[in-house]
Nanobody, 120 residues
């Protein structure tokens, strides 16, 4: 069992920056992937970025070069640094966890989400 708690979402102006945090607890050892997804009003949830247990990363094209995912293993926390924010980045951002590799399996555990609102 894994528990995830996101924080850091708030209202920010376009062009600004924000850092989201996801604190994980429980059975988080071994090969696994942690990721960020987001869901805007009226839209389906979409993948944003992922990082595996050895810090390999991948990103959605829409956020590449603007967002950076990282992790602090000592704190069992994953971060999403978001720069050059755009109004279309407005969404509820969710942290997710799965065992195994990036290309296999489904995300089994999800946080409660944190709201990011980017004003124009």
């Amino acid at each position: 069992q894994v528990q995830l708690v996101e924080s850091g979402g708030r209202l920010v102006q376009a062009g600004g920056s924000l850092r989201l945090s996801c604190a994980a607890s429980g059975r988080t050892f071994g090969s696994h992937v942690m990721a960020w997804f987001r869901q805007a009003p009226g839209k389906e949830r979409e993948f944003v970025a992922a990082i595996n247990w050895i810090s390999n990363t991948n990103y959605a094209d829409s956020v590449k070069d603007r967002f950076t995912i990282s992790r602090d293993n000592a704190k069992n926390t994953v971060y999403l640094q978001m720069n050059s924010l755009k109004p279309e980045d407005t969404a509820v951002y969710y942290c997710a966890f799965k065992y195994g590799s990036t290309s296999s399996g489904r995300y089994e555990y999800w946080g409660q989400g944190t709201q990011v609102t980017v004003s124009s």
